[in-house]
């Protein structure tokens, strides 16, 4: 049985969310999983596309800021380019 978990986060400004990944992070372990956080350091379509390409298959979540702060990218861009290398995994939305 597989008890790492690994998340990737896209956002801008991925300090903001430190506390809601630790309390996940105290939460899994409770459960007798580890959190191993991937944040994205090229939010750019090709820097992620990359990402996903090279480490799609160990990423079981990836969170996506929609108001990244790029003018050419949100996170309805980001999450399509996420789905189209990583069909099966989930992707959740905040701001």
């Known amino acids: 049985m597989r008890l790492d978990f690994r998340l990737l986060v896209i ?8 506390d809601a990944i630790e309390m996940l992070r105290m939460s899994l372990e409770d459960k007798g999983f580890r959190l191993e956080v991937e ?11 990359a990402y996903c390409k090279a480490e799609g298959r160990n990423i ?8 990244l702060g790029e003018e050419d990218i949100d996170g309805a861009l980001a999450a399509r380019t ?13 701001s």
């Open 11 to 18: 956002d801008d400004q991925p300090g903001e969310i430190e």
């Open 39 to 49: 944040i994205a350091k090229d939010i750019s379509v090709n820097g992620i596309d």
């Open 60 to 67: 079981d979540l990836a969170i996506v800021d929609y108001r």
């Open 82 to 94: 996420v789905r189209r290398r990583l069909k099966y995994t989930d992707i959740i939305f905040y």
